[in-house]
Structures are given as structure tokens and as C-alpha cells.
């Protein structure tokens, strides 16, 4: 790969990696190689990238913490931009601003040290900062939404724009840069004092309860479907008798029937076949279509 070559050479203070295989930081221990695969340390960084794909025409995916996704089996073409060593965290007042890199447990621990309240829902989800934003994750009552005042992005020709709450546009899962392709490099939360030792209370008892109730000992994606309407997608699927359900080594969870867990060297196609067979059969038996949270993205593997 004459051009993959090439943007090591040009950028030799940009960590890359060619051809590497994403299972080595997905969550769920599966995914296919990264064309390109750049570690940014810094906005400019992420530019001086972003410039180079533009120019070579090539497609940009950015990953998070790679907890609440799956990559396929075919890996990623073009190059692939994972952010984590842009992870700065900064508390000023009522407010912690957090670089998109940053584990979104490190800022809610940041919070709770500065005695700032309403991010201890967040607590125990695995994601980065720019991947909370960009799914407006959520837990125990609590969402992104309501604790982002703004988030600085990186627009697909390159500009730095910083996008206000209304902007953002937050929904169930949902937030702008989805569908307008910006990548986010840093988010603003608006928190209010409260009292430390309250604070690390509610975070450790919503602690416990996650491990009491999630397969957290086992590799998974994290919560495999959305919430459907009037329902539970768990209970659904539990009420399918499909806990325990597997295609290779990707098996319903038999803790949280929402997991999907790898329990045996599972490949991306195992998951994808079993979410395939989950929605099957609660439509089948509920007349309930289970929409995937988890976000997928790559090329299937190539057909021998």
C-alpha cells in the first residue's frame, strides 16, 4: 500500500499504524484491520489527518473508547482515528471540560473530587467523552443531555466549530454530529456543587448495582439494542427464551439479556448473527422491532 506509507513518512510524530487489527481495542475483543489507524494527541493533529484523507479522498471513521460498537469482520477502509490519547480534563467553577479522548468515568471521578453533582449516572459507562456525546449515552435516569452545555467539533472541511446545547440537538440516542459528520474533540459539562462524600455514594451504590445486574466479567458491546417504546428490550428477549442463545462464541447474555457477550473467541459476524436471530424471533413472537444501539460500522469479510 504505496499511499499508507506515505502518511507515515509524513507525519512521523503522529503515532500510525497500518493494517492493524481493530479487535485489539474494541470492547467486545472482535473487528477487522484498520487501512489507517492514527492515535491524535492533539486538535491539530487530528487536522493535520483530516487533511491528509481529504486529500487522498479517502473515508474518515473516528472510534471512542470502542465500547459501544462493533466492527466488522472486514475492517475499516481508509483511515481510522481513535482519540484516546486526547484525554484532558479540566474543572473550573461548576463546569469540567473534557478533551473527546477522555474515559468519561475519569470526568465523572474529576467531578465528584471538585464536589460537583448530576454526572454520577455516568459512573460506570465504559465510553470516551466524544462517544457520549455523539450516542447521548445514559444510565440510571440520567443522559449526556443533560449535563452537556456545548462540545467544540471538527467539521468534515476541517473547521473547529463549537456547537451550543440547542445545536447539538440531543435525542434518545441521538445527537447532531451523527448525521452532520463532525467529530468531537472536547465537551463542556455543566454541573452544580453538591457534597462529595453524597456524590461518591450514588456513584458507588449505581456501581454495585451495574455489576449485580450486567455481565461485566466477559467482553461485550455494552447494550446491544434501544429501548423500544412501551418495552424493554432485555425482557423482551429474556421473555424469548434467548438468554443463553449462541452462534459461535457470541452468546446472550444469561445475566442481562441485553448483552451480548464474547464467550468464546467470538468474530464480529458471530454478533452480528446473533443480533440478526435476536430481532427475528421478538418480532416474531411480539410483533417488536429491537433497533441496535450499538453502533456498527466496517466492511463484511470478503467471501473466499
Known amino acids: 500500500m504505496m499511499q499508507s506509507k506515505t502518511v507515515v513518512d509524513l507525519y512521523p510524530k503522529i503515532d500510525i499504524l497500518l493494517d492493524e487489527p481493530l479487535s485489539k481495542y474494541t470492547h467486545t475483543l472482535t473487528g477487522g484491520p484498520a487501512d489507517i489507524l492514527a492515535f491524535p ?29 462493533i466492527v466488522k469482520d472486514g475492517g475499516i477502509r481508509g483511515l481510522t482515528m481513535i482519540l484516546t490519547k486526547m484525554n484532558r480534563i479540566a474543572a473550573h467553577d461548576n463546569t469540567v471540560v473534557a478533551d473527546a479522548g477522555a474515559a468519561l468515568i475519569d470526568v465523572t471521578k474529576a467531578a465528584q473530587s471538585h464536589s460537583l453533582t448530576h454526572l454520577e449516572f455516568a ?7 466524544g462517544g457520549a456525546v455523539f450516542m447521548n449515552a445514559g444510565a440510571y435516569g440520567g443522559e449526556i443531555a443533560n449535563v452537556v452545555s456545548g462540545a467544540e467539533v471538527l467539521t468534515p472541511d476541517n473547521r473547529i466549530v463549537h456547537l451550543n446545547h440547542q445545536e447539538l440537538d440531543f435525542g434518545y440516542r441521538h445527537c447532531s454530529v451523527q448525521e452532520n459528520h463532525q ?29 449485580s445486574k450486567q455481565p461485566l466479567e466477559l467482553p461485550s458491546c455494552g447494550s446491544v439494542f434501544k429501548r423500544p417504546a412501551g418495552y424493554f428490550a432485555g425482557k423482551l428477549i429474556h421473555d424469548a427464551g434467548l438468554q443463553g442463545f449462541q452462534i459461535g462464541g457470541a452468546q446472550v447474555s444469561m445475566k442481562h439479556a441485553g448483552f451480548i457477550v464474547n464467550v468464546d473467541g467470538a468474530t464480529a459476524t458471530d454478533y452480528l448473527n446473533v443480533i440478526a436471530h435476536v430481532q427475528k424471533t421478538v418480532y416474531d413472537q411480539f410483533g417488536v422491532h429491537l433497533e441496535t444501539e450499538v453502533r456498527i460500522i466496517g466492511e463484511d469479510p470478503k467471501s473466499n
Do not use: W
Open 41 to 69: 494527541k492533539s486538535i491539530k493533529e487530528c487536522q493535520e489527518m483530516l487533511d491528509y484523507a481529504n486529500e487522498q479522498s479517502i473515508p474518515v471513521t473516528v472510534v471512542g473508547n470502542a465500547s459501544n460498537l
Open 123 to 129: 459512573a460506570g459507562i465504559p465510553g470516551s467523552v
Open 183 to 211: 467529530i468531537v474533540i472536547s465537551a463542556t459539562f455543566s454541573l452544580e456543587v453538591g457534597i462529595a462524600d453524597k456524590i461518591q455514594k450514588r456513584m458507588d451504590h449505581l456501581n454495585a448495582l451495574r455489576a
